[in-house]
Structure formats: structure tokens, C-alpha cells
């Protein structure tokens, strides 16, 4: 299936995927979308095979206790070179799942509990995006993504960074920059599982309002 260059927007929910394997998203508007529930703009069961490239998708809202304003659910999917903004949510304003999300510009988005940009509980990998000027967070990462590396975290309110590994295998922090976030933490780091191990290496902290956090 591909869905390429279209305008989906002012809908009861933009793109729904269930169960259909092989799926690309490309080159299309998908904005003003609202659903009670999660993936306002896209909503996906499942997650492997689905790619999501060159999209904007912007404006969504996932209303009352939903996560995913801009994309929600599943796993396992790409989500490459999109702008993901303005979008609201409970749990993750811009993105709320995991898999390989590389590149993208996640920034303005609203999260009214955590991970305003991007909120994940389950695995993948997280680099080279700019996570801007969101509120509620920028990333908030839950025994999820098993790399963060190469992102600009900036400009965001209720913390730049939140991430907890409890994985039995190693993650990594890596390479990031972080400036002119607030919150308290600004950034917050742990590892709980004594048969794993998370390294926080070669990241540029400076310019914050907060402290950060390693434990």
C-alpha cells in the first residue's frame, strides 16, 4: 500500500493502518485531524513494514486521554525526514511509539502529561532530529529507544530529556546537543537493571534552566 501526496486534513482521525504489511506515507499533508483516543493523524496497529517519509503533518489532536497527536501506536516502524508539528496529546504530543525515527523536525507539539515532542516505551532508535520548542518535554523515553543519538534538543519547557533504560541489554546516550531547555530535571537519565548497561557519552549540556540528573 502507499499513500503519497495527499492533503488528509479536518477529519474524525487522518490515516488509520491495521494489519496491512508493507505500507509507505509519503509527501502528504495531514493536518487539523482530532480523535478521542490516540494517532490523531495517524494511527497505526501493528507497526512493522510501515514507513512514514516526507510528510507534514501538523495541527492534530488526540483529545481526553490520548497519546500520538501527530503519529500514535504499534512499533517497529520508520519514521524518516518528516516535520511532525503543533500537535497535542496526553503522552506524546508529536510521536507517541518507537521503532527507527531518523532526521525529522519535531518541534511545537503539546504533551499535558509527558513527551511532548516524542514518548516511547518500546524499542528502536532515535537520531539526527531537531526535537524544538516543545512543551511538556522533548523526548521521554521508557525502557524504550536503545539509542538516542545525534539530536538537537532546544528551545523545549518541562525538560529536554527524560530516559530510564530497565533493559538487561546496552543503550546508549550519545552525541546529542541540549540548550535553552527549562525544567527539573532539564535532563534525567537512569538505569535500573544491574545486567544492563547505559552509556552517556560525547553530548554538548549547556545553556539550561535545570539541573541534570544521572542515576
Known amino acids: 500500500l502507499k499513500i503519497t501526496n495527499n ?5 474524525a482521525g487522518g490515516v488509520y493502518l491495521y494489519g496491512l504489511g508493507t505500507v509507505l506515507i509519503s509527501g502528504n499533508t495531514i493536518s487539523n485531524n482530532s480523535v478521542s483516543g490516540s494517532g490523531a493523524g495517524i494511527k497505526i496497529d501493528g507497526g512493522d513494514g510501515v514507513t512514514i517519509s516526507g510528510n507534514t503533518i501538523e495541527n492534530n489532536v488526540a483529545e481526553d486521554w490520548g497519546s500520538g497527536g ?4 504499534g512499533s517497529g516502524y520508520q519514521i524518516l525526514n518528516n516535520v511532525i508539528k503543533g500537535n497535542q496529546a ?5 510521536i507517541k511509539g518507537g521503532g527507527t525515527i531518523t532526521g525529522n523536525v519535531i518541534s511545537g507539539n503539546t504533551a499535558t502529561s509527558k513527551g511532548g515532542g516524542f514518548y516511547d516505551d518500546s524499542s528502536g532508535t532515535f ?3 531537531y526535537v524544538l520548542s516543545n512543551t511538556g518535554g522533548g ?5 524504550g529507544q536503545s ?3 545525534g539530536n538537537i534538543i532546544a528551545g523545549n519547557t518541562g525538560g529536554a530529556l ?3 533504560s530497565g533493559q538487561s541489554d546496552s543503550r546508549s546516550v550519545s552525541s546529542n546537543t541540549i540548550f535553552n531547555n527549562t525544567g527539573s530535571p532539564v535532563v534525567y537519565l537512569k538505569s535500573d537493571n544491574n545486567n544492563g548497561s547505559l552509556e ?12 541534570p540528573t544521572v542515576s
Open 139 to 143: 523526548i521521554y523515553s521508557e525502557n
Open 70 to 73: 501527530g503519529i500514535g501506536g
Open 127 to 129: 537520531s539526527n532530529n
Open 90 to 94: 496526553r503522552e506524546g504530543g508529536g
Open 162 to 164: 527524560h530516559y530510564t
Open 7 to 11: 492533503t488528509i486534513s479536518n477529519n
Open 147 to 149: 539509542s538516542i543519538t
Open 200 to 211: 552517556v557519552k560525547n553530548n554538548t549540556i549547556v545553556g539550561n534552566s535545570g539541573s
